[in-house]
């Protein structure tokens, strides 16, 4: 069994439009070199899993850098190798977060609360 060499893969988690998702900064993780974008994913989405609660790996997208983003290219396919890619910080992959209207209620409409008379009220 050989063991692959890691390397280390810099990312900035992003909004949909470009902005830090929550405060975020360009961090890394090491990963062996010869992994997909969807190995990727799930190791970025594990070291931010308190930033990221209610969203799964799988709904991430990733972008080979902010110039890639910014230029509005396809995002990266989930079997994509990342050799070669996130290795400079000023370089890094682009993780987009979708930014998903938390459902407030059942199938995600706005739970309404239900105002009941009391007993009281009907009796005169």
């Not at 209610?54 to 995002?75: C, M, P, T, W």
Request: one cysteine or more; hydrophobic letters at 40%; a positive charge.
């Amino acid at each position: 069994m050989t063991h692959q060499p890691s390397t280390l893969v810099w990312f900035v988690l992003v909004d949909s439009n470009g902005h830090p998702f929550k405060g975020t900064k360009v961090s890394s993780i090491s990963l062996s070199s010869n992994v997909s974008i969807d190995h990727f994913r799930e190791a970025a989405h594990l070291v931010n899993s308190s930033t990221l609660p209610d969203i799964k790996f799988s709904q991430l997208q990733v972008y080979k850098n902010r110039l890639a983003f910014d230029g509005k290219q396809e995002s990266l396919g989930e079997h994509t190798c990342i050799t070669g890619l996130g290795t400079l910080e000023k370089e890094a992959l682009v993780v987009v977060v979708p930014i998903s209207a938390a459902p407030s209620g059942l199938f995600g409409r706005k739970q309404r609360t239900a105002v009941f008379p009391t007993p009281e009220a009907f009796i005169r």
